[in-house]
């Protein structure tokens, strides 16, 4: 081989097993003199530990975090990382710079500072030091013609020595693979480990369960980091400190790989822990988490849960809405009749609600229940005790929800039942629902109290019932008394007890609140409610 370089023919290059390279032989018309041996001191890259600073908040929910660790063969080692170092003088102007690795180490080669060139290099025998390598005439650079295993090494050199300069200056070529690798967090207990030597793969590709080619392997730290982190109370950012270790030098690196974060953060409302909810009837509320940020990218909302809850529920908890098309009038001489959902979770009924509005005079009305005709939706007869207990409804100016209940459960039929509402005195109104995937079942007849029920006018048709309907799930159904949802979405059922219980409504997908925080509190019954330890998560 023969290279070219400003006028010189380099005629032969190689490459020893201690990986320095040796040009042996030069040949040019610059030089009156062949240069027989210059020899190229690799990067000075060994070290036994590596840091990496990384920041979290303290209230950060450390989902993924992966770092990249380099544990590779290090080209030099400098002499202050091998181990301790003194220096002796000696006869004949030399000194010696003994150098304590503390452990076997090998040795395969010596860089010097400028200036110095080294004479001797003896090893340790366990009593004494024995004459290893003479390099004659002294070296500044030198491979050793055999590597030198040994836990203390002698270089007697030549020349002006600055003790102060060895530490960085002074270099050892060590061929050891790293090994003991040790990572930790803020010097706690290992958080990884490898304790033989990393011996690198063949394929260049990270993973998490082998070295790759370059030495290097992908470590997971979410577990490590999330037990330091979490905290919903605080919010300022923490620096911990990773420290990558190894038992012999190497080329050791470490560096951030990849993390998947979310934020953790504890509502207070007007500086107490928990809110009471009070529903006198069911419904919804909305509860603004003032204490929190705006903004938020909301993940999901964790919380406690305290209610004495009865066992009856009112389906639906809110709605249907009025129409606004039209109402009709309801008179001791003209009723009306609601088909109930036959597909109704509640197997027993204790009560329907209405929405109704009184006349001038007031009113009094029930509502009786009425058998619908098998494998078609008409009404065919009224229960024997399917009167409700008489309702007096005061004059008003607005429809109200009017409860209408029975002495005992009325079980629900499979092929369902009918609701109609009579008047004993005065007139009550009553406002259509709009046709909908909630209402279409709530098809509305009218009629004499006691049939036959008729269909509305054509104009009328589309209209549906608003009805509520109270009682106990069938068997083997349960129905949560409460929701909680942040945004849109059906959001997180829940079922409380006296002493509390836990829950988290997670959401599909991020909702981000331009303002505070919001929580839609769905009830199902009658019953007051209380919060504590509201906590939300989010991406931000």
């Known amino acids: 081989?023969?290279?070219?370089?400003?006028?010189?023919?380099?005629t032969s290059i190689e490459l020893d097993t201690k990986d320095m390279v040796k040009v042996v032989s030069v040949k040019s018309s610059l030089f009156d003199t062949a240069i027989q041996e210059v020899v190229f001191?690799?990067?000075?890259?060994?070290?036994?530990f590596k840091t990496l600073e990384v920041k979290l908040r303290r209230n950060a929910l450390v989902r993924g975090f992966d770092v990249v660790v380099t544990a590779a063969r290090a080209a030099e080692v400098a002499a202050g990382v091998a181990g301790q170092i003194r220096t002796a003088s000696k006869s004949g102007g030399t000194t010696s710079i003994v150098v304590d690795f503390g452990a076997l180490r090998t040795v395969s080669g010596i860089s010097l500072p400028s200036g110095l060139a080294a004479q001797n290099v003896?090893?340790?025998?366990?009593?004494?030091?024995?004459?290893?390598?003479?390099?004659?005439?002294?070296?500044?650079?030198?491979?050793l013609p055999s590597e030198i295993r040994t836990e203390r090494i002698e270089v007697v050199v030549t020349g002006p020595v600055n003790a102060s300069q060895l530490a960085t200056g002074m270099y050892f070529l060590m061929p050891d693979l790293p090994s003991g690798i040790e990572l930790r967090i803020d010097d706690g207990p290992p958080v990884f480990t490898n304790p033989a030597p990393v011996q690198p793969g063949t394929d260049a590709a990270l993973n998490d369960t082998d070295w790759n080619k370059d030495a290097r392997r992908i470590v997971h730290l979410a577990g490590a980091?999330?037990?330091?982190?979490?905290?919903?109370?605080?919010?300022?950012?923490?620096?911990?400190?990773?420290?990558?270790?190894?038992?012999a030098p190497g080329f050791l690196d470490l560096k951030e790989h990849s993390r998947d974060l979310r934020y953790v953060r504890r509502a207070s409302f007007d500086g107490a822990a928990d809110k009471d909810v009070e529903f006198e009837t069911e419904g919804q509320t909305v509860l603004r988490l003032d204490s929190l940020p705006t903004g938020l990218a909301v993940n999901e909302v964790r919380f406690n849960v305290t209610a004495l809850v009865p066992g009856t529920r009112v389906l639906p908890a809110v709605g249907p809405d009025a129409s606004g098309v039209a109402e009709i009038r309801v008179t001791p001489d003209r009723a009306m009749i609601v088909r109930l959902d036959p597909l109704t979770p509640l197997g027993q009924l204790t009560g329907v609600r209405l929405p109704l509005r009184a006349g001038s005079s007031g009113a009094e009305a029930r509502v009786v229940f009425w058998n619908n005709k098998q494998d078609a939706s008409q009404p065919v007869d009224a229960l024997p005790v399917g009167a409700s207990q008489p309702q007096t409804l005061a004059a008003s100016d607005a429809?109200?929800?009017?409860?209408?209940?029975?002495?005992?459960?009325v079980t629900v039929p499979l092929a369902g039942l009918w609701a109609a509402l009579t008047v004993n005195r005065g007139e009550v109104y009553f406002e259509f629902a709009a046709n909908d995937a909630t209402t279409s079942q709530a098809v509305v007849l009218w009629g004499a109290p006691s049939g036959p029920w008729r269909n509305l006018p054509a104009a009328l048709a589309a209209q549906r019932g608003r009805i509520r309907l109270m009682g106990t799930p069938k068997k083997g159904t349960t129905i949560d008394p409460y929701r909680l949802s942040v945004g849109a979405g059906m959001g997180q059922g829940i079922t409380p007890n006296p002493k509390g219980v836990a829950g988290v409504a997670a959401l599909a997908h991020p909702v981000t609140q331009s303002g505070r925080p919001e929580l839609t509190i769905t009830s199902f019954v009658a019953a007051r409610l209380k919060l504590r330890d509201v906590e939300v998560v989010s991406g931000n």
Do not use: C, H, V, Y
């Open 1 to 10: 081989m023969a290279l070219t370089q400003g006028g010189a023919s380099i």
């Open 41 to 48: 001191a690799p990067i000075k890259e060994g070290s036994t």
């Open 122 to 143: 003896n090893a340790w025998i366990g009593t004494k030091f024995q004459t290893a390598t003479f390099f004659d005439p002294p070296k500044q650079f030198g491979a």
């Open 225 to 247: 980091l999330s037990a330091l982190t979490g905290d919903a109370t605080r919010d300022e950012e923490a620096t911990f400190k990773l420290k990558l270790t190894s038992n």
């Open 399 to 409: 429809a109200q929800w009017t409860t209408f209940t029975w002495a005992q459960p």
